[in-house]
């Protein structure tokens, strides 16, 4: 007479008669995990940080500046250069759902960024104004495949509207341990590699894990973005008021 052998899967109790299966539980979508990507991505309430930014070109001159970000949740996002004195006071205001503000205290003048021109870089670094934003990447891009590999998590993204993006596709790669992005390589419209952005130095700061060197690699001109992060604090109590024109015009 053969015995029924019972198997738990998935908290599901599966009766095999003679034979034991095995029936994977299921796993994760990759919709799954670039939530979780951005959940880690945006887990503080606010963030403040000091900026030493790096810009290197192609035959290795450098420029050096100051900046400061503020940030709250995964919303609003307020930068300004400090210094040298011919950016200085020049500031980004992102308050979501594409609505962006320039100042340039030269002219005195907020101007809206126009939807257009979005995608063009900011201030000659290698960031655009859409990669200064502060929205999670599920409201722009779809998770479409996902692998592994020593330890991350590979997700391959796609713009869920492609005539608003420059970018035909995006590859993330996270840490499997705590979803934290370590790299990602950006390409343009016609499939070809143009931007590899890494972050490094993840160090705890509170109760989160924070990076504190982040650098944008532009591949066509050769260029290099290098922001270290000094001075940060979390959950230190901003107010959606703060993130506001007045804000951006004031001067530091």
């Known amino acids: 007479m053969v015995r029924n052998k019972i198997l738990l899967v998935a908290s599901t109790v599966i009766v095999v008669t003679g034979v034991l299966m095995s029936t994977p539980a299921r796993s994760e979508?990759?919709?799954?995990?670039?939530?979780?990507?951005?959940?880690?991505?945006?887990?503080?309430?606010?963030?403040?940080?000091?900026?030493t930014m790096t810009l290197t070109d192609s035959g290795g001159k450098e420029k050096v500046r100051k900046?400061?970000?503020?940030?709250l949740g995964d919303s609003k996002r307020l930068f300004k250069f400090l210094k040298p004195a011919d950016v200085k006071n020049v500031g980004f205001l992102d308050l979501g759902n594409d609505v962006m503000y320039l100042y340039m205290p030269a002219f005195k003048k907020i101007r809206r960024i126009a939807g257009h021109i979005k995608n063009d870089t900011f201030m000659g670094t290698d960031f655009?104004?859409?990669?200064?934003?502060?929205?999670?990447m599920a409201e722009d891009y779809k998770a479409v495949k996902a692998t592994e590999e020593e330890g991350l998590n590979?997700?391959?993204?796609?713009?869920?509207?492609?005539?608003d993006k420059d970018y035909s596709k995006v590859i993330v790669r996270a840490r499997?341990?705590?979803?934290?992005?370590?790299?990602?390589?950006f390409y343009d419209k016609a499939g070809k590699l143009w931007k590899v952005m890494t972050r490094e130095q993840y160090k705890p700061v509170g109760k989160y894990q924070v990076a504190h060197l982040m650098e944008m690699k532009d591949l066509k001109k050769s260029h290099t973005t290098?922001?270290?992060?000094?001075?940060?604090?979390?959950?230190?109590?901003?107010?959606?008021?703060?993130?506001?024109?007045r804000q951006l015009k004031r001067r530091n």
């Open 226 to 245: 290098r922001m270290t992060m000094e001075q940060i604090t979390c959950d230190t109590g901003l107010k959606e008021s703060f993130f506001s024109q």
């Open 128 to 136: 655009t104004y859409d990669d200064m934003s502060s929205s999670r």
């Open 154 to 163: 590979i997700l391959e993204l796609v713009p869920k509207d492609p005539d």
């Open 176 to 185: 499997k341990s705590d979803h934290h992005i370590v790299k990602v390589d």
């Open 67 to 71: 900046s400061k970000i503020w940030q």
């Open 29 to 51: 979508t990759p919709g799954d995990l670039l939530k979780k990507v951005d959940d880690v991505e945006f887990a503080q309430k606010d963030m403040i940080s000091s900026v």
